[in-house]
Nanobody, 127 residues
Framework: QVMLVESGGGFVQPGGSLRLSCATS????????VGWIRQAPGKEREGVSC????????DYADSVKGRFTISRDNDKNTVFLQMNSLNPEDTAVYYC????????????????????WGQGTQVTVSS
């Protein structure tokens, strides 16, 4: 059974940092793309970043490039999202999800590509 469990969300002031973790089970990271998708109140889900297991290639939304970094630890079956220089527009529920579509990386991680989802973790950026 595929499972994804997020952790690391919380409250942070503008300019601060958070590191999200996604613990996965039921599949091998080498054969999937794992991504982070966020949803702010009243807005559609937005692909934030994703990493392809077969080659380690990554993709980012333009709004987070240069501030967020996705990485993985295959030994721990965990994917991370390091978020720096956070601003209030980053406030959202962040979901970790898995895709088995090769082109997810390169297409800005479209949410509809992801077939398995975690429960989400809240990130709030406010002064």
């Amino acid at each position: 059974q595929v499972m994804l469990v997020e952790s690391g969300g919380g409250f942070v002031q503008p300019g601060g940092s958070l590191r999200l973790s996604c613990a996965t089970s039921g599949f091998t990271l080498d054969y999937a793309t794992v991504g982070w998708i966020r949803q702010a109140p009243g807005k559609e889900r937005e692909g934030v970043s994703c990493i392809r297991g077969s080659d380690g290639n990554t993709d980012y939304a333009d709004s987070v490039k240069g501030r967020f970094t996705i990485s993985r630890d295959n030994d721990k079956n965990t994917v991370f999202l390091q978020m720096n220089s956070l601003n209030p527009e980053d406030t959202a529920v962040y979901y970790c999800a898995a895709s088995w579509i090769h082109s997810t990386v390169g297409a800005r991680c479209p949410p509809l590509d992801f077939g398995s989802w975690g429960q989400g973790t809240q990130v709030t950026v406010s002064s």
